[in-house]
């Protein structure tokens, strides 16, 4: 049973502060994702990655940056949190399959959720 | 761009009525199609996806390529199927492309 962990189920920050929130999967997977999720805007994309140290930018990677040292671990940084930054933030892992569009064939598995209030 | 288009934020039915959530998506080639689901305090979990072909739950989505199209259906709501659904499409840049989400509501 895959299982994705998120470090905090809740947070609450001031403006400006620096934010982490980790994520660790159990199960090998190469691939992770850092989405956040807003009423009316579904789920965004702000980074991935396919390896360690490995990292891209997703749809909305402003104000926002990842480390991957360990392949079971992925982090979210927040350099200077904004208020514009509370939300839902969901990490992700999957399986890789041959080729950068195959990666997005196989099914994603969510941790959580960690609930960002910045005040 | 790639989207994924899911027309209505909220669908309310009663138990016992059939259920059709719409999406929509824009992608030249052959995607994969998935829908997941969010249960109240549960994490997003897959639902179904288009390649398993798979009756999940009573629920099923057929690929329609002319109406790009993969919408979610379900003969009879139970309550148990209230929830956020998310429809999503893969794409040639790697990342998995989501839909803003249809909240279902089976009232009793």
């Known amino acids: 049973d895959v299982k994705v962990t998120q470090s905090s189920r809740y947070l609450v920050k001031r403006t400006g502060e620096k934010v982490f929130l980790e994520c660790v999967q159990d199960?090998?997977?190469?691939?992770m994702f850092w989405y956040r999720q807003d009423p009316g805007l579904g789920l965004r994309l702000i980074y991935f990655?396919?390896?360690?140290?490995?990292?891209e930018k997703g749809d909305i990677p402003e104000g926002y940056s990842v480390s991957r040292e360990k392949k079971e671990r992925f982090s979210l940084i927040l350099e200077s949190a904004s208020t514009n930054q509370t939300s839902m933030y969901l990490c992700?892992?999957?399986?890789?399959?041959?080729?950068?569009?195959?990666?997005?064939?196989?099914?994603?598995?969510f941790g959580p959720g960690t609930r960002l209030t910045v005040l | 761009a790639q989207r994924v288009t899911q027309p209505e934020k909220l669908l309310s039915v009663f138990k016992g009525a059939p259920v059709e959530l719409k999406c929509n998506y824009s992608?030249?080639?052959?995607?994969?199609l998935f829908w997941y689901v969010q249960y109240s305090r549960q994490r997003l979990q897959l639902l179904l996806r288009?390649?398993s072909r798979e009756s999940i739950k009573g629920f099923t989505a057929d690929l329609n390529k002319g109406e790009t199209s993969f919408h979610l259906k379900k003969p009879f709501a139970q309550e148990e199927d209230s929830a956020m659904y998310y429809c999503?499409?893969?794409?040639?840049?790697?990342?998995?492309?989501f839909g803003q989400g249809t909240t279902l509501q089976v009232k009793p």
């Open positions: 992700a892992s999957s399986f890789p399959l041959p080729g950068l569009a195959a990666s997005s064939y196989n099914e994603q598995f």
């Open positions: 199960m090998d997977h190469e691939n």
């Open positions: 990655s396919y390896d360690v140290k490995m990292k």
């Open positions: 992608y030249s080639g052959s995607p994969e």
């Open positions: 288009h390649i």
């Open positions: 999503a499409s893969s794409s040639n840049t790697g990342k998995l492309i």
